[in-house]
């Protein structure tokens, strides 16, 4: 049943991604660090990760995956209200929304940057939905990318082996329909050091009596039992709260596409919410946990692979550092 709503629907109608050349495999990690291919499958059920050289920038991969997004959608750049970058890896700390702007040429385009690490996505999906809502904008390009390659300890054994690069894209319209059909969005900023990429000040005096603090980004920190215990916890409430502001049932819903971050728990919520293993969105294993870009990749692979149909249902749920989560109940097609 479709929700009514007094100003516009929303259509999911392209989708696209774009992830670096580079590949490396849990065999390359366990050269760099004390770890081995089983354990790292075991655990995470993780094989391989891409990875951006030094010339890869964001934008590149975030403005390749929207093209094809945008193809997909059949509609062109200049059709563009409205661009939402979810990422929290810019190229530039400023944002970088609006350079992904102008390499697609979208002229008439408003672009900025949203950070909500890995739930990002399903953020920028409930953020860039209102401006569809209210009736301001008709075609909203929405992308989740992210390299935390850039980021991440690499000798750190209990980080490096989960993270990868990429991005992904939708566009979203307006339409006489609507299929954005429930989501909630949470955050708990009381857990926020069980996942940091933070900023580390020193002082630094300017003349006398006028001091700063001068730093930089450190690399990540995680506790991944914190991490691991939250995400089974948090996001199957999450996503029945979704499911019952959309008033569906789970056996409506035809595919689980959770955060890319770990086999075992997209397995255990899937448990938890009685959802069959083969309606569970998985591509983990080829490309790790890509951050804001892993729903969005996962959704064009499964989209393209011919797997999502028009008017399947999809229950989208992202997680991570803020904390913050979050679910998005919706259709795919126009
Ligand atoms: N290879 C081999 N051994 C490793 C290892 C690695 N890459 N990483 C950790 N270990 C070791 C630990 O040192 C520990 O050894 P000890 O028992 O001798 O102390 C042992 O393996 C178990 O470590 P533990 O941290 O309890 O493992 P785990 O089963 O919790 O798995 C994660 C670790 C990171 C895979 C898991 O906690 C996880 O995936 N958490 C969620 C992280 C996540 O998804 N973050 C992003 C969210 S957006």
Same mark, same amino acid.
């Given at each position: 049943?479709l #929700? ?5 629907g ?5 989708? @696209? ?7 490396? =495999? ?9 770890t ?5 499958? +075991? ?10 050289? =030094?010339r ?14 945008i ?14 970058? +979810? ?5 530039d700390?400023?944002?970088s929304?609006? *350079?992904? *702007? ?24 409930v953020? +860039?939905?209102?401006?569809?809502r ?13 390299i ?13 082996? #989960?993270?990868?690069? @990429? ?13 954005l ?14 996942l940091n990429?933070a ?7 300017l003349? =006398?009596?006028v ?12 506790? $991944?039992?914190e ?11 999450v ?15 035809d ?18 919410l ?10 983990? +294993?080829?490309? $790790? ?7 969005p990749?996962?959704?064009?692979e499964?989209?393209?692979d ?13 997680? @991570? ?5 979050g ?8």
């Amino acid at each position: 049943m479709l #929700l009514q709503h007094s100003g516009f629907g929303i259509a999911v109608t392209g989708s @696209g991604s774009c992830t670096p050349q580079v590949t490396l =495999d849990n065999n390359g990690l366990s050269q760099m660090v004390d770890t081995s291919d089983e354990w790292i499958v +075991a655990r995470t059920g993780i094989r391989y990760r891409r990875l951006a050289d =030094d010339r890869t920038s964001l934008c590149d991969l975030a403005a390749e995956a929207s093209r094809r997004a945008i193809e997909m959608a059949r509609i062109t750049p200049t059709d563009i209200d409205l661009i939402v970058l +979810a990422t929290s890896t810019a190229d530039d700390l400023f944002g970088s929304a609006s *350079q992904i *702007q102008y390499q697609l040429g979208a002229t008439k385009a408003v672009a900025f940057d949203l950070t909500a690490a890995c739930s990002g996505f399903v953020f920028g999906l409930v953020t +860039a939905s209102q401006f569809i809502r209210t009736g301001i904008y008709q075609n909203v390009l929405l992308i989740g990318a992210d390299i935390l390659s850039r980021w991440v300890n690499w000798s750190d054994r209990g980080t490096c082996i #989960l993270f990868g690069d @990429g991005a992904g894209a939708v566009v979203l319209q307006a339409s006489e329909t609507d299929s954005l059909l429930g989501f909630e969005i949470r955050s708990d900023g009381t857990q926020n050091s069980s996942l940091n990429l933070a900023y580390k000040a020193q002082p630094k005096e300017l003349i =006398d009596g006028v001091s700063i603090g001068q730093g930089a980004f450190h690399p990540i920190t995680m506790n $991944g039992q914190e991490i691991y215990r939250f995400a089974v916890k948090k996001v199957p409430e999450v996503i029945e709260k979704a499911m019952f502001r959309a008033n569906i049932s789970v056996e409506e819903i035809d595919w689980l596409l959770l955060h890319q971050a770990n086999q075992r728990i997209l397995d255990a919520v899937a448990q938890r919410l009685t959802v069959p293993a083969e309606k569970v969105i998985s591509n983990l +294993a080829n490309y $790790g946990n890509t951050s804001a870009a892993s729903i969005p990749i996962a959704l064009d692979e499964a989209v393209r692979d011919g797997k999502v149909k028009t008017g399947d249902t999809i229950a989208a749920a992202g997680f @991570g550092a803020g904390l913050t989560w979050g679910a998005a109940i919706f259709k795919w097609g126009r």
